[in-house]
Protein backbone atom coordinates (compact mmCIF):
# COMPACT_ATOMS: atom_id res chain seq x y z
CA UNK A 1 0.00 0.00 0.00
CA UNK A 2 2.69 2.32 0.97
CA UNK A 3 5.01 1.48 -1.82
CA UNK A 4 1.42 2.02 -4.43
CA UNK A 5 1.17 5.49 -2.70
CA UNK A 6 4.92 6.50 -3.00
CA UNK A 7 4.82 5.61 -6.65
CA UNK A 8 1.67 7.55 -7.63
CA UNK A 9 3.01 10.53 -5.86
CA UNK A 10 6.63 9.81 -7.50
CA UNK A 11 4.28 9.69 -10.99
CA UNK A 12 2.46 12.92 -10.32
CA UNK A 13 5.65 14.75 -9.55
CA UNK A 14 6.93 13.52 -12.49
CA UNK A 15 4.32 14.85 -15.08
CA UNK A 16 3.85 18.04 -13.07
CA UNK A 17 7.47 18.26 -14.05
CA UNK A 18 6.80 17.50 -17.50
CA UNK A 19 4.11 19.79 -17.28
CA UNK A 20 6.13 22.69 -16.57
CA UNK A 21 8.80 21.60 -19.05
CA UNK A 22 6.33 21.77 -21.96
CA UNK A 23 7.72 24.25 -24.74
CA UNK A 24 5.02 27.11 -25.83
CA UNK A 25 2.97 25.89 -28.51
CA UNK A 26 4.21 26.73 -32.24
CA UNK A 27 1.24 27.85 -33.35
CA UNK A 28 -1.18 30.09 -32.35
CA UNK A 29 -4.62 28.38 -32.24
CA UNK A 30 -6.69 30.94 -30.70
CA UNK A 31 -5.74 33.40 -32.68
CA UNK A 32 -5.97 31.25 -36.16
CA UNK A 33 -10.09 30.40 -34.38
CA UNK A 34 -10.41 33.80 -33.96
CA UNK A 35 -9.45 35.13 -37.16
CA UNK A 36 -11.38 32.59 -39.12
CA UNK A 37 -14.56 32.71 -36.74
CA UNK A 38 -16.72 35.00 -39.04
CA UNK A 39 -16.59 32.45 -41.73
CA UNK A 40 -17.64 29.59 -39.02
CA UNK A 41 -21.17 29.99 -40.09
CA UNK A 42 -21.03 30.20 -35.77
CA UNK A 43 -19.99 32.92 -32.87
CA UNK A 44 -18.83 31.02 -30.28
CA UNK A 45 -15.17 29.18 -30.21
CA UNK A 46 -15.74 25.80 -29.51
CA UNK A 47 -18.53 25.05 -31.57
CA UNK A 48 -16.55 26.59 -34.32
CA UNK A 49 -14.04 24.33 -33.72
CA UNK A 50 -15.79 21.59 -32.61
CA UNK A 51 -18.34 21.61 -36.11
CA UNK A 52 -16.67 23.55 -38.82
CA UNK A 53 -12.75 23.56 -37.88
CA UNK A 54 -12.36 20.14 -36.71
CA UNK A 55 -15.60 18.65 -37.86
CA UNK A 56 -13.61 15.47 -38.87
CA UNK A 57 -12.88 14.75 -35.53
CA UNK A 58 -16.66 15.19 -33.99
CA UNK A 59 -17.60 12.87 -36.87
CA UNK A 60 -15.03 10.15 -35.73
CA UNK A 61 -16.39 10.66 -31.99
CA UNK A 62 -19.92 10.16 -32.80
CA UNK A 63 -19.01 6.61 -34.49
CA UNK A 64 -17.11 5.82 -31.54
CA UNK A 65 -20.04 6.47 -29.40
CA UNK A 66 -22.53 4.49 -31.77
CA UNK A 67 -19.89 1.55 -31.86
CA UNK A 68 -19.78 1.63 -28.32
CA UNK A 69 -23.56 1.38 -27.97
CA UNK A 70 -23.50 -1.67 -30.48
CA UNK A 71 -21.46 -3.67 -28.53
CA UNK A 72 -24.03 -2.78 -25.35
CA UNK A 73 -26.40 -4.48 -27.70
CA UNK A 74 -24.54 -7.19 -28.72
CA UNK A 75 -23.60 -8.12 -25.00
CA UNK A 76 -26.91 -7.32 -23.63
CA UNK A 77 -28.86 -10.59 -23.17
CA UNK A 78 -31.66 -8.46 -25.08
CA UNK A 79 -34.09 -11.78 -26.26
CA UNK A 80 -34.71 -13.11 -22.72
CA UNK A 81 -37.64 -11.40 -21.41
CA UNK A 82 -40.48 -9.06 -23.48
CA UNK A 83 -40.15 -5.69 -21.90
CA UNK A 84 -42.47 -5.71 -19.35
CA UNK A 85 -44.31 -3.07 -17.31
CA UNK A 86 -42.48 -0.30 -15.20
CA UNK A 87 -40.93 -1.60 -11.90
CA UNK A 88 -43.72 -1.94 -9.32
CA UNK A 89 -41.97 -0.35 -5.97
CA UNK A 90 -41.63 3.22 -7.09
CA UNK A 91 -41.92 6.34 -5.10
CA UNK A 92 -44.62 8.55 -5.74
CA UNK A 93 -42.55 11.73 -5.00
CA UNK A 94 -39.91 10.55 -7.31
CA UNK A 95 -42.76 10.37 -10.19
CA UNK A 96 -44.22 13.71 -9.21
CA UNK A 97 -40.22 15.13 -8.93
CA UNK A 98 -39.77 13.58 -12.86
CA UNK A 99 -42.85 14.71 -14.18
CA UNK A 100 -42.17 18.27 -13.12
CA UNK A 101 -38.22 17.74 -13.53
CA UNK A 102 -38.75 16.48 -17.36
CA UNK A 103 -40.42 19.14 -19.94
CA UNK A 104 -37.64 21.23 -18.08
CA UNK A 105 -34.74 19.16 -18.98
CA UNK A 106 -36.02 18.95 -22.64
CA UNK A 107 -36.62 22.62 -22.64
CA UNK A 108 -33.17 23.15 -21.08
CA UNK A 109 -31.56 20.61 -23.69
CA UNK A 110 -33.15 22.76 -26.77
CA UNK A 111 -31.96 25.97 -25.56
CA UNK A 112 -28.17 24.08 -24.93
CA UNK A 113 -28.78 23.00 -28.72
CA UNK A 114 -29.58 27.40 -29.65
CA UNK A 115 -27.11 28.52 -27.57
CA UNK A 116 -24.38 26.80 -28.81
CA UNK A 117 -24.09 29.07 -31.98
CA UNK A 118 -22.95 31.75 -29.86
CA UNK A 119 -22.35 30.92 -26.20
CA UNK A 120 -21.50 27.68 -24.31
CA UNK A 121 -23.40 24.86 -25.17
CA UNK A 122 -24.10 22.75 -28.18
CA UNK A 123 -25.31 19.02 -29.12
CA UNK A 124 -23.07 17.13 -26.87
CA UNK A 125 -24.34 18.71 -23.61
CA UNK A 126 -28.06 19.19 -25.07
CA UNK A 127 -27.93 15.35 -25.66
CA UNK A 128 -26.30 14.64 -22.21
CA UNK A 129 -29.40 16.31 -20.71
CA UNK A 130 -31.62 14.52 -23.02
CA UNK A 131 -30.32 11.30 -21.78
CA UNK A 132 -30.32 12.09 -18.22
CA UNK A 133 -34.06 13.33 -18.80
CA UNK A 134 -34.90 9.48 -20.01
CA UNK A 135 -32.16 8.15 -17.44
CA UNK A 136 -34.91 10.24 -14.44
CA UNK A 137 -38.01 8.60 -16.37
CA UNK A 138 -36.68 5.20 -16.06
CA UNK A 139 -35.26 5.10 -12.53
CA UNK A 140 -39.08 6.95 -11.47
CA UNK A 141 -40.61 3.84 -13.13
CA UNK A 142 -42.39 5.91 -15.77
CA UNK A 143 -39.94 4.51 -18.61
CA UNK A 144 -39.17 0.38 -19.09
CA UNK A 145 -35.42 -0.86 -20.13
CA UNK A 146 -35.22 -0.88 -23.60
CA UNK A 147 -34.91 -4.46 -25.22
CA UNK A 148 -34.42 -4.75 -29.20
CA UNK A 149 -34.37 -1.79 -31.31
CA UNK A 150 -37.46 -1.26 -33.06
CA UNK A 151 -36.57 0.51 -36.49
CA UNK A 152 -37.93 3.81 -35.28
CA UNK A 153 -35.08 3.83 -32.41
CA UNK A 154 -32.58 2.29 -34.97
CA UNK A 155 -32.95 5.26 -36.89
CA UNK A 156 -32.84 7.66 -33.82
CA UNK A 157 -29.63 6.17 -33.06
CA UNK A 158 -27.83 6.52 -36.21
CA UNK A 159 -29.27 9.36 -37.43
CA UNK A 160 -26.62 11.84 -36.21
CA UNK A 161 -23.98 9.91 -37.68
CA UNK A 162 -25.81 9.36 -41.17
CA UNK A 163 -26.75 13.04 -41.26
CA UNK A 164 -23.36 14.15 -40.40
CA UNK A 165 -21.93 11.58 -42.60
CA UNK A 166 -24.25 12.77 -45.62
CA UNK A 167 -23.52 16.37 -45.27
CA UNK A 168 -19.54 15.39 -45.57
CA UNK A 169 -20.16 13.27 -48.44
CA UNK A 170 -22.05 16.00 -50.05
CA UNK A 171 -19.54 18.82 -49.61
CA UNK A 172 -16.77 16.52 -50.19
CA UNK A 173 -16.88 17.60 -53.81
CA UNK A 174 -15.63 21.14 -52.67
CA UNK A 175 -12.14 19.30 -52.51
CA UNK A 176 -12.10 18.74 -48.82
CA UNK A 177 -13.77 17.03 -46.37
CA UNK A 178 -16.23 18.65 -44.02
CA UNK A 179 -15.01 22.35 -45.63
CA UNK A 180 -18.72 23.97 -45.57
CA UNK A 181 -19.95 26.79 -47.91
CA UNK A 182 -19.63 29.95 -45.52
CA UNK A 183 -22.87 31.16 -46.71
CA UNK A 184 -24.53 27.94 -45.89
CA UNK A 185 -22.55 27.02 -42.87
CA UNK A 186 -24.67 27.76 -39.98
CA UNK A 187 -27.77 26.67 -41.35
CA UNK A 188 -26.01 23.39 -42.05
CA UNK A 189 -23.82 23.44 -38.27
CA UNK A 190 -27.92 23.66 -36.82
CA UNK A 191 -28.97 20.76 -38.86
CA UNK A 192 -26.03 18.65 -38.03
CA UNK A 193 -26.37 19.76 -34.30
CA UNK A 194 -29.85 18.95 -33.98
CA UNK A 195 -29.54 15.40 -35.40
CA UNK A 196 -26.65 15.17 -33.27
CA UNK A 197 -28.78 16.09 -30.44
CA UNK A 198 -31.12 13.62 -30.52
CA UNK A 199 -28.89 10.53 -31.69
CA UNK A 200 -26.51 11.55 -28.70
CA UNK A 201 -29.27 11.64 -26.21
CA UNK A 202 -30.68 8.22 -27.31
CA UNK A 203 -27.00 6.69 -27.47
CA UNK A 204 -26.35 8.05 -24.17
CA UNK A 205 -29.80 6.90 -23.10
CA UNK A 206 -29.39 3.78 -24.73
CA UNK A 207 -26.28 2.80 -22.49
CA UNK A 208 -28.55 2.93 -19.45
CA UNK A 209 -31.58 1.45 -20.62
CA UNK A 210 -30.57 -1.73 -22.50
CA UNK A 211 -28.13 -2.75 -19.73
CA UNK A 212 -31.16 -2.01 -17.04
CA UNK A 213 -32.45 -5.21 -16.76
CA UNK A 214 -35.88 -3.82 -14.87
CA UNK A 215 -35.13 -5.69 -11.35
CA UNK A 216 -36.68 -4.19 -8.16
CA UNK B 1 -7.97 38.22 -6.27
CA UNK B 2 -7.17 36.82 -2.78
CA UNK B 3 -10.63 35.14 -2.11
CA UNK B 4 -9.97 33.77 -5.70
CA UNK B 5 -6.94 31.98 -4.74
CA UNK B 6 -8.06 30.52 -1.81
CA UNK B 7 -11.11 29.48 -3.42
CA UNK B 8 -8.81 27.58 -6.07
CA UNK B 9 -6.30 26.15 -3.17
CA UNK B 10 -9.69 24.65 -1.18
CA UNK B 11 -10.87 23.77 -4.20
CA UNK B 12 -7.91 21.63 -5.26
CA UNK B 13 -7.22 20.29 -1.91
CA UNK B 14 -11.11 19.20 -1.78
CA UNK B 15 -10.16 17.37 -5.26
CA UNK B 16 -7.23 15.75 -4.63
CA UNK B 17 -9.46 14.46 -0.79
CA UNK B 18 -12.46 13.12 -2.90
CA UNK B 19 -10.31 11.40 -5.58
CA UNK B 20 -8.35 9.80 -2.62
CA UNK B 21 -11.43 8.50 -0.75
CA UNK B 22 -13.10 6.99 -3.66
CA UNK B 23 -10.22 4.87 -4.18
CA UNK B 24 -9.35 4.04 -0.68
CA UNK B 25 -12.99 3.49 0.77
CA UNK B 26 -14.07 0.00 1.42
CA UNK B 27 -17.76 0.69 1.02
CA UNK B 28 -18.65 0.50 -2.71
CA UNK B 29 -21.50 2.81 -2.20
CA UNK B 30 -19.72 5.31 -0.65
CA UNK B 31 -17.39 5.01 -3.11
CA UNK B 32 -19.50 5.85 -6.08
CA UNK B 33 -21.23 8.91 -4.17
CA UNK B 34 -17.52 10.13 -3.68
CA UNK B 35 -17.05 9.99 -7.20
CA UNK B 36 -20.09 12.11 -8.21
CA UNK B 37 -18.85 14.56 -5.74
CA UNK B 38 -15.54 14.46 -7.29
CA UNK B 39 -17.52 14.93 -10.67
CA UNK B 40 -19.18 18.29 -9.30
CA UNK B 41 -15.77 19.92 -7.92
CA UNK B 42 -14.49 18.71 -11.48
CA UNK B 43 -17.08 21.02 -12.71
CA UNK B 44 -16.06 23.67 -10.68
CA UNK B 45 -12.25 23.32 -11.82
CA UNK B 46 -13.61 23.48 -14.58
CA UNK B 47 -15.57 27.06 -14.42
CA UNK B 48 -12.90 28.38 -12.71
CA UNK B 49 -10.67 27.88 -15.49
CA UNK B 50 -12.61 29.98 -17.27
CA UNK B 51 -14.07 26.65 -19.86
CA UNK B 52 -17.50 26.44 -19.27
CA UNK B 53 -18.14 24.42 -22.15
CA UNK B 54 -16.20 21.61 -20.41
CA UNK B 55 -17.71 22.19 -16.96
CA UNK B 56 -21.35 21.53 -18.49
CA UNK B 57 -20.31 18.60 -20.44
CA UNK B 58 -18.20 17.50 -16.90
CA UNK B 59 -21.69 18.33 -15.19
CA UNK B 60 -23.49 16.25 -17.30
CA UNK B 61 -21.75 13.16 -18.54
CA UNK B 62 -19.02 12.84 -15.56
CA UNK B 63 -21.06 13.31 -12.95
CA UNK B 64 -24.90 12.85 -13.80
CA UNK B 65 -24.80 10.22 -16.32
CA UNK B 66 -21.78 8.13 -15.49
CA UNK B 67 -22.73 8.40 -11.58
CA UNK B 68 -26.31 7.11 -12.70
CA UNK B 69 -24.37 4.06 -14.48
CA UNK B 70 -22.49 3.04 -11.42
CA UNK B 71 -25.52 3.36 -8.76
CA UNK B 72 -27.07 0.68 -11.38
CA UNK B 73 -24.31 -1.00 -11.28
CA UNK B 74 -24.01 -1.51 -7.33
CA UNK B 75 -27.92 -2.21 -7.70
CA UNK B 76 -27.14 -5.15 -9.57
CA UNK B 77 -24.57 -6.51 -8.23
CA UNK B 78 -26.43 -6.37 -4.70
CA UNK B 79 -29.32 -7.79 -6.48
CA UNK B 80 -27.48 -10.48 -7.46
CA UNK B 81 -25.20 -11.24 -4.63
CA UNK B 82 -29.20 -11.66 -2.45
CA UNK B 83 -30.20 -14.04 -5.47
CA UNK B 84 -27.20 -16.44 -5.24
CA UNK B 85 -26.00 -16.77 -1.43
Known amino acids: ?216 | MNTGLAFDLLLAAALLWSAWRALATPDIFRAVILFIVFGLLMTLAWARLDAPDIALAEAAIGAGLTGALLLDAIGVLRGRRQEKP
Open chain 1, 1 to 216: MKAVVLAAAAFAALLVAVMLDLPAAAVDLPAAVAANLSHSGVAHPVTAVLLNFRGYDTLLEIGVLLLALLVVLAVSPHAEEPAGAARVSVEPVLQAIARIAVPLMLLAAVYLLWAGAHRPGGAFQAGAVLAAAAVLLHLAGLLPGWHAPKLLLRAGLAGGFLVFLAAAAALLARGALLAYPPAAAGALILVIESALTVSLGLTLAGLFLFLSRDEA
